[in-house]
T-cell receptor
C-alpha cells in the first residue's frame, strides 16, 4: 500500500474513445503530479498541481486534460489519443517543500 | 540544462553478488537533491533515498549503500549480497524546484537489474 492509488490499472481504448484516469492520495499531500513512462523514453513530467492549481504543463498535447478537484484527487481525461500515447501513466504526490514524491502503481494505457 | 545519465541499461548478476548501479548528473544549481527509486514489475516507483547537495556523506541502509561524489557528479548505488527480490528497474533522479514549492523530478533512463538464483 503506497498511499497513492491509481485506477484503472490497465486500460485499452480506441482512438475515438474518451476515458479518464484517476489518482487518489491518502498522505495529506498538497502537490500532485502526472508522469508518463514510455517504452523508449525516460520518465517525463506532464503536469503539476499545487493546492489544486495547475503550476506546470510540460508542453503536453491538449488531448490530455488534467483535473484536480481537491488536494486528494487528480484526474487525467483522455480523448482522441494516438497509438504513440500508449504508456504507463504514473501519478505522484508530495508535501510542499518536500522533495521526495510518492508514486502510485500506474495505469498501463494501450491505444488501439 | 539538468540531466541524469544511467549508462548501464541492464545488469545481470547471480544471487549473493554485489552490484553497483551508476548515476551521473548535470546541473547548474548549487542546491539540488538526488534520488534513487526502485520500480518492481508491479509498476509503482518505490522511493529509496534522497540526498541533498550539501551532504556528501555516504549512506548505508541494510544491504543498500550510496556513494555521492560531487567532484565527479556521481551518485552510485550498491547492493551487497544481492537477492532475487532485488530484480527491478532502478531510476536515479535529480530534482528541480518548481512554482508553488513542488519539485520536478528529472529521471535517468533506468537500469534493469536481474538477479538470478
Amino acid at each position: 500500500e503506497t498511499g497513492v492509488t491509481q485506477t484503472p490499472r490497465h486500460l485499452v481504448m480506441g482512438m475515438t474513445n474518451k476515458k479518464s484516469l484517476k489518482c487518489e492520495q491518502h498522505l495529506g499531500h498538497n502537490a500532485m503530479y502526472w508522469y508518463k513512462q514510455s517504452a523508449k523514453k525516460p520518465l517525463e513530467l506532464m503536469f503539476v498541481y499545487n493546492f489544486k492549481e495547475q503550476t506546470e504543463n510540460n508542453s503536453v498535447p491538449s488531448r490530455f486534460s488534467p483535473e484536480c478537484p481537491n488536494s486528494s484527487h487528480l484526474f487525467l481525461h483522455l480523448h482522441t489519443l494516438q497509438p504513440e500515447d500508449s504508456a504507463l501513466y504514473l501519478c505522484a504526490s508530495s508535501q510542499p517543500g518536500q522533495t521526495e514524491a510518492f508514486f502510485g502503481q500506474g495505469t498501463r494505457l494501450t491505444v488501439v | 540544462a539538468q540531466k541524469v545519465t544511467q549508462a548501464q541499461t541492464e545488469i545481470s548478476v547471480v544471487e549473493k553478488e554485489d552490484v553497483t548501479l551508476d548515476c551521473v548528473y548535470e546541473t547548474r544549481d548549487t542546491t539540488y537533491y538526488l534520488f534513487w527509486y526502485k520500480q518492481p514489475p508491479s509498476g509503482e516507483l518505490v522511493f529509496l533515498i534522497r540526498r541533498n547537495s550539501f551532504d556528501e556523506q555516504n549512506e548505508i541502509s541494510g544491504r543498500y549503500s550510496w556513494n555521492f561524489q560531487k567532484s565527479t557528479s556521481s551518485f552510485n548505488f550498491t547492493i551487497t549480497a544481492s537477492q532475487v527480490v532485488d530484480s527491478a528497474v532502478y531510476f536515479c533522479a535529480l530534482s528541480e524546484a518548481q512554482k508553488g514549492s513542488s519539485y520536478k523530478l528529472i529521471f535517468g533512463s533506468g537500469t534493469r537489474l536481474l538477479v538470478r538464483p
